[in-house]
């Protein structure tokens, strides 16, 4: 097929691991539901004070795209805070430690796609908060 479409309503929402009473993190993994080979993409949904894993990938050159709220990321070592609105891009290249969090009031949903996609799990690293 020459293209797949998968609508929001049709995403499958996959809540990750978190701490009793600590705001959580969802995504929608979309690779294998689109068919993608080249490419590993996936929407996320991080609740208000919600944070992800600090990380790096070896290979992998991540783009995060910000659909709603305000994502804010910490990048480099020492780590440095940038935050991007709604309709906002970043480029993360491979090697680069990074995490990302809502340290906004509202609900945070990240497109997130990488290439090449790596078939190891990135690097974790201490947090930055």
Same mark, same amino acid.
């Not at 944070?51 to 995060?64: L, N």
């Not at 970043?90 to 609900?107: C, E, F, K, R």
């Given at each position: 097929?020459?293209?797949r479409v998968l %609508? =929001?309503?049709?995403?499958?929402?996959?809540?990750?691991?978190? !701490?009793? *009473?600590?705001? @959580? %993190?969802?995504? $929608? !993994?979309?690779?294998? %539901? +689109?068919?993608? /080979?080249?490419?590993?993409?996936?929407?996320?949904?991080?609740?208000? *004070?919600?944070?992800?894993?600090?990380?790096?990938?070896?290979?992998?050159?991540?783009?995060?795209?910000?659909? $709603?709220?305000?994502? /804010? +990321?910490?990048?480099?070592?020492?780590? !440095? %805070?940038?935050?991007?609105?709604?309709?906002?891009?970043?480029?993360?290249? =491979?090697?680069?430690?990074?995490? /990302? $969090?809502?340290?906004?009031?509202?609900?945070?949903?990240?497109? @997130?796609?990488?290439?090449?996609?790596? /078939? !190891?799990?990135?690097?974790? +690293?201490?947090? @930055? +908060?």
């Open positions: 097929m020459a293209f %609508r =929001p309503d049709e995403f499958e929402w996959i809540t990750r691991p978190h !701490e009793p *009473g600590e705001p @959580a %993190r969802h995504v $929608a !993994e979309l690779s294998d %539901r +689109l068919g993608a /080979s080249h490419v590993r993409g996936n929407v996320w949904r991080y609740e208000p *004070g919600a944070a992800g894993k600090r990380h790096r990938h070896a290979t992998q050159e991540e783009t995060f795209v910000v659909l $709603a709220g305000t994502l /804010s +990321l910490y990048i480099g070592e020492p780590p !440095e %805070r940038v935050d991007v609105p709604a309709g906002g891009v970043v480029l993360v290249q =491979p090697g680069t430690a990074l995490q /990302s $969090a809502n340290q906004g009031q509202v609900d945070l949903v990240v497109y @997130a796609y990488g290439y090449p996609p790596e /078939s !190891e799990n990135a690097k974790l +690293l201490d947090s @930055a +908060l």
